[in-house]
């Protein structure tokens, strides 16, 4: 296999040249420009980092993010993307934990980032893509790189409060493509509707899909998530046939009534990911679309991005309860009882995944990587990673795998992966707060904050907007005078369970 993206992204060069790689609202960016933009802001970038850096990179959903990332990866370093739209808080906490020397940033977002705690060298994207370019600094910055160099850390919710890094390779990143691509079939015919924030892991595929095939990937409005009707013209002014969005992406079409007013008539494999799908949307989408294939993945950013997935050939019921199926390439899925011993067929265990497309772990943070990047307990001969996920499963006499729920406090919630812990530590930063819980009602997907204390609701709503990500702000804020124990002075969260509404 090679050893780093940059060989897909020559060869997209050579073989695609002209074709449209990258497509939004205001313009397109072709195979040949995104491999010469790369180019120039890695040349750029030499005379400030040294290779296998962190830099961070805060540009928008516009064609111009991705050969951004790849001119960061030209200067042999890694990108740590961020989405403008989070608060500052956020946005600094992340800065805090990946210590960048340099921040490129486009001129939409920069008074954004000029007020954030950042000390070090900004660079703006539209004034650097012009730059010489030096190929003799671009060959010395990744003479040295391997296949597990870092190539970005994504961010995802931590339980002590503060965002993980998760640090992912080139080897991970192109194992995971490259199973994905051996099952669904892309060539350079097919075209990509980008949906979700270019930071976040869902948008990988978005990102390298089209080096590897020569297809193009449309970054979609949007606004237009939330007005079907108009998304579904543009996917189909576009000629979108391939989508891989979060599962709360697909569901919102069919929960507005989407499909009344038009469809989106072109595309052949649609799949999601993120948490478990509503049967009730999913049939809506089958109807609608009964040519369509059907992919149900499952996995965490730590396995790069989803480690198993689930063709679905019959048509699903409203009370159909999907399997996460079998591992992709290069992924092996193993199940841990409490013994760390393989549990029988259809007994219950731990969801543990091992194979090259593991993440290195979270970046800073050895003491915390160590929990949950182990040595295998059923390896005892050699050293041979796994990652625990912390999610339930159990395995079928067909050797399907299926999804039974999450081990601690981690939930999935709008295809976001979030520590409950971190929602109370938030909480607890706010004056007039006296103690708090944050739990979560799946069925409905609310999050819930408990508390006691004289400051009001509203308050605490509006303290969470300014400095939560949107999908962490709870829905449900319910003050109480004191909030319920059990004998041994621990929060009785099965009592509070019984106030859900």
Request: net charge negative.
């Amino acid at each position: 296999m090679e050893k780093s993206i940059l060989t897909w992204l020559d060869q997209a060069e050579v073989n695609y040249q002209d074709k449209v790689a990258y497509r939004d609202e205001d313009q397109t960016i072709t195979f040949a420009e995104a491999a010469g933009i790369s180019r120039a802001v890695g040349s750029c970038l030499t005379e400030y980092v040294k290779p296998q850096e962190a830099v961070a990179v805060l540009t928008g959903r516009s064609v111009m993010t991705p050969p951004c990332f790849f001119g960061v990866v030209r200067a042999g370093c890694f990108y740590a993307p961020m989405d403008a739209t989070m608060p500052d808080t956020r946005l600094n906490q992340i800065l805090s934990v990946i210590e960048a020397k340099v921040m490129i940033v486009d001129r939409e977002n920069l008074e954004k980032a000029q007020g954030l705690s950042f000390s070090g060298k900004m660079l703006i994207l539209e004034d650097i893509i012009d730059t010489p370019v030096n190929e003799a600094a671009l060959t010395k910055a990744v003479s040295n790189m391997t296949g597990k160099a870092p190539l970005y850390a994504i961010f995802t919710s931590g339980s002590t409060g503060v965002p993980k890094g998760v640090i992912t390779s080139h080897e991970s990143l192109m194992c995971y493509i490259d199973g994905l691509q051996e099952v669904i079939h892309m060539t350079g015919e097919d075209v990509l509707g980008n949906q979700s924030p270019l930071d976040y892991i869902a948008a990988i595929r978005d990102i390298y899909l089209p080096l590897l095939t020569g297809a193009e990937t449309v970054i979609l409005p949007k606004n237009e998530f939330a007005q079907p009707k108009l998304l579904f013209e543009t996917m189909n002014r576009h000629g979108v046939t391939v989508i891989c969005w979060s599962t709360a992406g697909i569901e919102l079409p069919a929960r507005l009534d989407g499909f009344s007013e038009s469809k989106p008539e072109k595309l052949r494999c649609v799949v999601f990911s993120g948490s478990v799908i509503s049967s009730v949307c999913l049939k809506e989408w089958q109807e609608n679309l009964p040519d369509t294939v059907f992919i149900n993945q499952y996995g965490p950013t730590e396995a790069t991005g989803s480690c198993t997935y689930y063709t679905i050939h019959d048509k699903v019921t409203e009370d159909t309860v999907l399997p996460i199926g079998v591992p992709y390439k290069h992924y092996q899925i193993l199940l841990l009882n409490e013994e760390n011993q393989t549990p029988e067929t259809g007994e219950i265990g731990e969801i543990c995944v091992t194979g090259p497309a593991l993440a290195l772990g979270y970046y800073g943070a050895p003491e915390i990587t160590a929990k949950s990047f182990i040595q295998n307990p059923l390896n005892p001969n050699y050293p041979e990673t796994i990652y625990r996920t912390g999610d339930l499963g159990k395995f079928d006499e067909e050797g399907i795998l299926w999804f039974l729920g999450r081990k601690d406090r981690q939930i999935k919630h709008m295809g976001h992966r979030i520590e409950l812990d971190e929602i109370e530590m938030t909480a607890q930063k706010i004056p007039g707060i006296t103690e708090c819980s944050a739990l979560y009602q799946k069925e409905k997907s609310l999050l819930y904050l408990f508390y006691s204390g004289e400051v009001k609701p509203k308050e605490i709503a509006l303290y969470f907007r300014a400095n939560m990500p949107a999908f962490m702000v709870p829905r449900k804020v319910i003050n109480m005078e004191e909030l319920p124990h059990l004998p041994n002075g621990k929060l009785d969260r099965k009592s509070l369970e019984k106030q859900f509404k």
